[in-house]
């Protein structure tokens, strides 16, 4: 009917390439896929997905950042105008790492998520190798975002190349 506005109802089901994730960021690299189950209602201005994307054997990276995630696997659960990160679990320079969260996917997009490291190596600061545990907490908007936690150096290694003597002269 003319004037009245459509609605929505879609069903998609089947695998998808983590490296679609580049198209919100090309700085983000990412490889693996995940299965998708999800249904679409609502309206074209306020669609709402529902359904789960099951997370499986994913490895993400960040342009420039020291570490990357390996073998994330879980589940995110699609709930009308919010993703759930439920149970998603993966490694990191040796270390597990659990991420856990929300981000709304309508209106304002604000996120919530949590990272929580047990043994992460990483390579900072330069010329070292850090030993890491603790969590990080993401909260914000994409326009305004802030990284709050608490995190251990439980070990730190030098390089074979860091020479303390000329580092002590400067």
Do not use: C, W
């Not at 529902?50 to 570490?67: E, K």
């Not at 589940?75 to 981000?103: C, D, H, M, Q």
Request: without cysteine; aromatic residues 6%; neutral net charge.
């Amino acid at each position: 009917r003319f004037g009245e506005q459509a609605a929505l109802a879609l069903v998609a089901e089947g695998s998808a390439d983590a490296t679609l994730l580049s198209l919100i960021d090309p700085a983000l690299q990412a490889s693996g896929s995940s299965q998708v189950k999800a249904r679409v209602t609502g309206t074209p201005t306020q669609p709402r997905i529902h359904g789960v994307i099951a997370v499986q054997d994913v490895n993400l990276g960040y342009s420039d950042l020291p570490f990357r995630l390996t073998g994330l696997s879980g589940e995110i659960a699609l709930e009308g105008e919010r993703a759930t990160l439920r149970s998603l679990k993966g490694t990191s320079g040796g270390g597990s790492v659990v991420l856990s969260g929300y981000a709304t996917l309508a209106g304002t997009r604000r996120f919530d998520a949590r990272m929580d490291l047990n043994n992460v190596r990483v390579q900072y600061p330069r010329d070292f190798t850090s030993v890491l545990g603790g969590s990080l907490r993401f909260i914000g908007t994409a326009d305004r975002g802030q990284i709050t936690g608490d995190l251990s150096v439980r070990q730190l290694f030098a390089s074979d190349q860091f020479n303390l003597l000329a580092h002590l002269g400067e």
